[in-house]
């Protein structure tokens, strides 16, 4: 039993490191080293980031520009920024889901309202595999129309928006959305 009660102990450091780290920003001892890691790309949409850690600065018209080159495709967007507590919960559930539909669902995150040293960390902390947009202006989220954050939205096939949830997501909202959108 002590065995696991250190294990347990050991893991919960690592977790409140993990965390501390990726708010960890204008310290001047944080370096930019680019994993280049691929993204989960469904198609190979000109606009769209091929990594992980591109995370291009885009404006509505780039943003509707990358949403019309996916029709055919459903697509799931997530407005977040590193330090939204919200967005640090939901995350791990929108990766797994990104990995479980990879190659049928285009997930994308949409960094805003961040500093892009942040947004990195937090995109390498979470391990999310999928590409993100970065929109230090929130001029997208707006655009969606919704002021908070986490936003996350649902297009089918055809790119019309059939869900969006402001706010945090359960599983169950997560899984029903989908369902949703996928054939």
Known sequence: MPRLRL??????VLAATAIVAMRWEGTGAETSQPRMSP???VNSAGSLPSTVDELPATDVSGYRQILAELRGTPVVVNFWAS?????EVEVPMLAEAARANAGAVQFIGV???DARTSAETFIEAFAIPYPSLFDPAGALRIDE??????VTVFYDRDGERIAK????MSQATLDANLALIVD
Not at 145 to 150: A, D, I, N, W, Y
Not at 165 to 168: L, R, T
């Open 83 to 87: 330090w939204c507590d919200p967005c």
């Open 7 to 12: 294990a347990l102990a050991a893991s919960v």
């Open 165 to 168: 949830v402001d706010g945090p």
């Open 39 to 41: 993204a989960l790309v």
């Open 111 to 113: 960094d805003i309202l």
């Open 145 to 150: 129309g919704s002021f908070g954050q986490p």
